[in-house]
């Protein structure tokens, strides 16, 4: 795999205007088709492989709330609220999803479920989740259960498990068409930090511009955004959009992504708005280096740690590592922050079908900061690249 690096402009207008530019709104209408979502099949295989894994830890049934894991067992996605809804994929029987009977039909119109039962607005859904177990079965519950209903299954006679490395351990293998979606949300990613690239101008906020990234997004058809940071402002590695008005000579970091039926991209890429300094040169040069290091590291096998290792010492050895002050990657799926982990103490070795973020930084406070981020799936060899990567610092005409 060759890398280069060199300086290219983007060419962007000259003319100093703060006002933003309209969104076209014919672009929106005229958005790529979205590829084909996972088919029922997929999430009927994975119930069989989570009641397998149930079975082996002694677990009778999972108890699966609005989550992500509730889109990756059910292909149902929808927000937690004080009605319970819940999937209950029992280890020897049928999944069945518990829920509100005025949303049963809504529910049913994507989730993929053998059947469903319904509970009244004035029955306690504790209790129809217990008729249907019955007394003292063990419960297995995902990380995001809250703690009331923990407890009300408790004190309904269920043992309760914690579940949560079951669902990390099926999801963190990512099967071609998971990658795909990954992918697609990416190329939609880079394109939109391009264009916004192109209507950025001195004077603008960075809300303003956060605005227009989102736009972009919608013309895309997809919903998208992220951080937007000018000059010193670019130095907290997680700093929101604020106020802070573009000028000649800024960095300017987008960190940002959308998703594909569900599944994350996350992006980030460091400009300059003007010629840049030596300075911001000099750092971006070693933060590219550094991806390039943490890329090559990134095989089945490596350990996580080791991976983080690759890319830090390369930060290290040029003198900025107290400047690197987070882990070097997350996985990325349908959460955009998950298992495994790229940092210091994850012993566990990746596998093909990890993916994974490479995002190296150096952060200097009153100065600037400096993050390059892509997307990667894991291989025996050379990892698929999810996410077209920047091989330049790109500078942005004033």
Sequence with gaps: MKFTRRHIVLGASAAAAAALLPMDRADAASA???????????????????????????????FVTPSSNLIYSANLSIFRSERLT??????????????????????????????????????????????????QKTIGVEGSTNYSTVGALTAAGGRVEDATTLFDELRRVKSAQEQSLIQEAGRRTVSAIR???KRIRAGMTESDVARILEEEFVKLGVRGGGLVQFGPSSAFPHGAPAERRLAKGDPVLIDCGCKIHGYNSDVTRTVSFGA?????????????????????????????????RAARKVIEDAGYGQFFTHRLGHGLGLDGHEAPYLVHGNKAPLVAG?????????????????????????????????????????????
Aim: charge should be negative; aromatic fraction near 4%; charged fraction near 25%.
């Design 276 to 308: 840049p300094s030596d300075e911001l040169r000099k750092v971006y040069d070693i933060v590219d280096r550094a991806q390039v290091a943490g890329i090559q590291a990134l095989k089945a096998g490596a350990a996580g740690e080791d991976v983080d």
């Design 195 to 197: 264009s916004t690239h």
């Design 86 to 135: 819940a999937l209950l994929l029992l280890t020897a029987g049928p999944a069945i999803l518990v829920t509100p009977s005025f949303e049963e039909a809504n529910h049913r119109r994507s989730a993929v479920i053998d059947e469903a039962k319904t509970w009244q607005e004035d029955e306690d859904p504790i209790s129809v989740v217990m008729r249907i177990l019955g007394p």
């Design 354 to 398: 990890n993916t994974e973020t490479i995002e190296p930084g150096i952060y200097m406070p009153g100065k600037f900061g400096v993050r390059i981020e892509d997307d990667y799936a894991v291989a025996s060899g050379v990892p698929a690249s999810l996410s077209e990567r920047t091989t330049e610092l790109e500078v942005v005409n004033p």
């Design 32 to 62: 790529p088709p979205l590829p084909d979502p996972l088919g029922p099949d997929v999430f009927k295989e994975r119930q069989t492989r989570l009641r397998a894994a149930a079975k082996a830890k002694g677990i009778d049934a999972l």
